[in-house]
């Protein structure tokens, strides 16, 4: 659906009817650091997964319905934070 670029690398946002699904990806792969995502429907609690790995970060769910989402990524120190928006 949707994929947020930040200076470390990106998130890779898709949507499965009411389900929101999220992934953060190194621009720079090879060197293994520590990968987060954070995603968070309106109202609902936030769901986080985090790894050391090359690539990419485990994949976060959440149901979302029509609600607003706010994503959070990292790329070792390198934060990325989205506003609320519609997917």
Known sequence: V????????????????????????QKRPGVKRLVSVSVQARGLIAVHK????????????????HRRVRVTAAVGSIAYGSGWFLC
Do not use: H, Q
Not at 16 to 21: M, S
């Open 50 to 65: 985090s790894r050391m790995d090359k690539r990419s970060s485990p994949v976060a769910k959440t149901y979302a319905g």
């Open 2 to 25: 949707r994929t947020l670029s930040f200076p470390a690398g990106s998130v890779l946002i898709y949507r499965d009817g009411g389900v929101v699904c999220a992934v953060t990806v």
